[in-house]
């Protein structure tokens, strides 16, 4: 229906680790069946151990430093991207699963994914990866595929516990994202939020 030409997953396709159970070694070939009448990419995961054996072939799987097209690199987040990404102007990651959770004057939660939209810290990146040129290394955090796959709730996580290298050692200052519903809402700076009712 919207005509697609690629499908890029970015890793964690399957959720057993160690092994896999009976339902993925059942739905997930099924699943690629369904969509192989695009290309289909794989950026890979740290739950994806032993993803190979169970792909069609027509199925390309990347490494977990991620992969590269033209100027967009995309990547798993749970290792740190390879040095080709740097030189890319957009960046795609999963990984982090972004939710915030919002509570009403009534004491109601409220669960809600998010898209994060920001951009890499350059002069770390150029350090880390020894490189005097590097992209615009603007970045964005995708959401987990479903509710079902489970969400970090970031204002109720500490900064010791973000996921991946890029975030835990500060190549991208997450209080400075911005933050989207699924549904492009605009809710403003990640650190800016009140995701509280102000008391009277």
């Known amino acids: 229906q919207l005509r697609a030409k690629y499908l890029i997953i970015l890793g964690d396709v399957k959720h057993e680790v160690p092994g896999m159970s009976f339902r993925e070694l059942k739905q997930i070939p099924k699943f690629f069946e369904a969509v192989k009448d695009v290309k289909i990419f794989i950026a890979r995961g ?31 987040g749970h290792a740190w991207p390879s040095k080709l990404l740097t030189r890319c102007d957009y960046l795609f990651m999963g990984h982090l699963q972004p939710a915030v959770e919002f509570v009403d004057s009534f004491g109601f939660r409220s669960i809600e994914q998010v898209w994060l939209k920001g ?40 900064p010791s516990e973000l996921l991946g290298p890029v975030i835990s050692r500060g190549f991208a200052e997450l209080e400075k994202f911005d933050v989207h519903l699924l549904d492009g809402t605009y809710l403003g700076k990640l650190g800016s939020i009140n995701f509280k009712p102000e008391s009277a």
């Open 46 to 76: 740290n739950h994806d151990v032993g993803l190979e054996d169970i792909l069609p072939s027509y199925v390309s799987l990347h490494g977990s430093r991620g992969f590269r097209m033209q100027e967009y690199g995309f990547f798993h």
């Open 119 to 158: 951009r890499l810290n350059r002069e770390k990146v150029k350090e880390k990866y020894k490189t005097k040129k590097v992209g615009k290394l603007k970045l964005l955090i995708l959401p987990s595929f479903n509710k079902l796959s489970g969400s970090l709730i970031l204002n109720r996580t500490s």
